[in-house]
């Protein structure tokens, strides 16, 4: 798949957000200007999940067949049920990811086609029963004309283990603004 349609895709549809920070409430004492640079405190640590290192083998085999364009692995990590939430606030269903992925794996590919890597950063995990959020940064890497371009985005999603299977049934992305663009 084009990455400028997939990483949006992938970006909205992982919502795994592993190193995403709070803010806390400001003070009654707290200056307008001390309120308004936002002070960060990190997560609590993730209890541990007793599934942890199988949903993370699953996640980063799902990025890597998303980075080949894999129909059968974007098949495989989806539920049916699954509501997607885009970085740009498009929301689809699995039955819409499915079909933009093979509409792209039919397009003959283009001898200077833009090349696509997904990778995982900031992996989170808790584990409550047969349902799991995971968070992380996920970091898309296109190359075209020898131009390599990177993208972050913070990304979450809830699984549920149904038959013995984890599956994604709510995924979220949001963009992570360039460093210099970022408060924080």
């Known amino acids: 798949m084009n990455s400028k349609i997939l990483l ?47 949903l993370t083998k699953l996640l980063k085999d ?3 067949g998303a980075s080949a364009n894999d129909a059968a692995m974007h098949d495989r990590f989806w539920a049916e049920d699954l509501v997607y939430t885009g970085s740009s606030g498009r929301r689809v269903g699995k039955a819409e990811i499915m079909r933009d992925v ?11 086609a833009e090349t696509a890597l ?15 959020i995971v968070a992380f940064r996920l970091v898309g890497t296109t190359t075209k004309d020898g131009k390599t371009e ?9 699984f549920l283990k149904r038959a013995g299977k984890w599956q994604v049934v ?4 949001t963009k992570k603004p360039p460093a210099d663009e970022a408060k924080e």
């Open 8 to 54: 949006p895709l992938l970006a909205s549809l992982l919502p795994l957000s592993a190193m995403a920070q709070s803010s806390p409430a400001p003070s009654a004492s707290a200056t307008p200007a001390a309120s308004a640079e936002k002070a960060h405190i990190p997560l609590p640590a993730a209890p541990p999940a007793p599934d942890g290192a199988e």
């Open 62 to 64: 799902f990025l890597a």
């Open 102 to 112: 093979r509409e792209e794996a039919a397009k003959p590919a283009a001898p200077d």
């Open 118 to 132: 997904y990778t995982a950063e900031d992996i989170r995990i808790q584990q409550y029963g047969d349902t799991a």
């Open 150 to 158: 990177t993208a972050d985005y913070l990304n979450s999603g809830t």
């Open 170 to 173: 709510n995924w979220q992305a």
